[in-house]
C-alpha cells in the first residue's frame, strides 16, 4: 500500500501542497485529477523519492521513502516504472536504448534478450520497428509512446503515469488508456494516473482522487466522482466555466 500522510510543500515559499493524505492498495489503479498547477506531478514526484516533502511521509508497504537515501533509494525505485509528463527520454541514446534503459544498466540479459523485451514494449505501444530512431526524430506523441514504453519495460509492481494521453490523437489515446487497464488487469500492477481527461480517467480507474486547493478533497469510484453533489468536483468533471472554481 501507498500512502501519503500530511504531506506540505512549498517552492520559495509559495505553498502546493498542504497536509495532503492519500491512500492507494495494493494492485488499485488511481487516477489524480485536478487543475493545471495544482501539484499533480509534484504529488506523484513524491511517491518515487524525487521530491521530499517539507513536512509529513510517504510510505510504500511500510517503507519510508523520505528517509531512503543512496543505494536504498536506488533499489527502491527498481520496483516502479514512471511516465514522466514530458517523456524524459534521452536524446543522444536510440529508442532502443531508451526503452531497454534500466535493463541494460540493471539486469544481466544478453543484448539479444533486451531487443526481444523492448520489441514487446514497443508493440504494446504501436511502435513496432523504431528501436534505431533518436528521440529528435520522433512526433510529441511517439516520444509519448516510448516514454510509456519505458515505463512498463522493467515490469514494475508499481507505475505511475504522468498525463499518458495528452498530446496523443484520440484513437491512441483510446489505445493507452486500455493498455494501462490491462496492464493493471493482467499483471497486477499498482498504477497511479494522473490526467485532465475525464473520459481517460473513468476508463482506466478504481478510484478516483481530486486535487484541490492544496489538498486531496474526495475520493471515490468512477461513479461516485461523476455524480457527486460536490460543486467543486462537479464543476471540473463536466469543464464548466461556471462554479466555485474561478477561471484563473
Ligand atoms: N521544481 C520546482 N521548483 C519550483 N516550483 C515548482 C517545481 N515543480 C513544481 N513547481 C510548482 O508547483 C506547482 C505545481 O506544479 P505541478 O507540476 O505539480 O502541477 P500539475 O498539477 O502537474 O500541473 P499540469 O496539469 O499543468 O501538469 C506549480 O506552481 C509549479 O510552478
Ligand atoms: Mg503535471
Not at 117 to 141: F, H, Q
Not at 147 to 168: N, Q
Not at 219 to 245: C, L, Y
Amino acid at each position: 500500500m501507498i500512502e501519503l500522510r500530511n504531506i506540505c510543500k512549498s517552492f520559495n515559499g509559495h505553498k502546493v501542497l498542504d497536509d495532503l493524505n492519500l491512500k492507494i492498495e495494493t494492485g488499485e489503479s488511481m487516477v489524480i485529477i485536478g487543475r493545471s498547477g495544482c501539484g499533480k506531478s509534484v504529488t506523484l514526484k513524491h511517491i518515487i523519492g524525487i521530491m521530499e516533502p517539507d513536512a509529513g511521509s510517504v510510505l510504500v508497504d511500510n517503507i519510508n521513502v523520505t528517509k531512503l537515501n543512496g543505494q536504498d533509494l536506488k533499489k527502491f525505485r527498481m520496483n516502479f516504472g514512471m511516465l514522466f509528463q514530458g517523456g524524459a527520454l534521452f536524446d543522444s541514446l536510440s529508442v532502443l536504448e531508451n526503452v531497454g534503459f534500466q535493463l541494460f544498466e540493471y539486469s544481466d540479459l544478453s543484448l539479444g534478450e533486451i531487443r526481444k523485451r523492448v520489441a514487446e514494449c514497443l508493440a504494446m505501444v504501436g511502435l513496432s520497428g523504431i528501436e534505431n530512431a533518436k528521440p529528435a526524430e520522433l512526433s510529441g506523441g511517439m516520444k509519448k509512446r516510448v516514454a510509456l514504453a519505458r515505463a512498463i519495460c522493467m515490469s514494475p509492481e508499481i507505475i505511475l503515469f504522468d498525463e499518458p494521453t495528452t498530446g496523443i490523437d484520440p484513437i491512441m489515446g483510446d489505445v493507452i488508456n486500455d493498455l494501462i487497464r490491462r496492464l493493471h488487469d493482467t499483471l497486477k500492477t499498482t498504477s497511479i494516473t494522473v490526467t485532465h481527461d475525464m473520459k481517460s480517467a473513468y476508463k482506466i480507474a478504481d478510484k478516483i482522487a481530486m486535487l484541490y486547493n492544496k489538498k486531496i478533497i474526495a475520493v471515490g469510484t468512477p461513479d461516485e466522482i461523476k455524480n457527486s453533489d460536490n460543486p467543486v468536483i462537479r464543476q471540473f468533471v463536466t469543464g464548466s466555466a461556471v462554479g466555485p472554481i474561478t477561471g484563473y
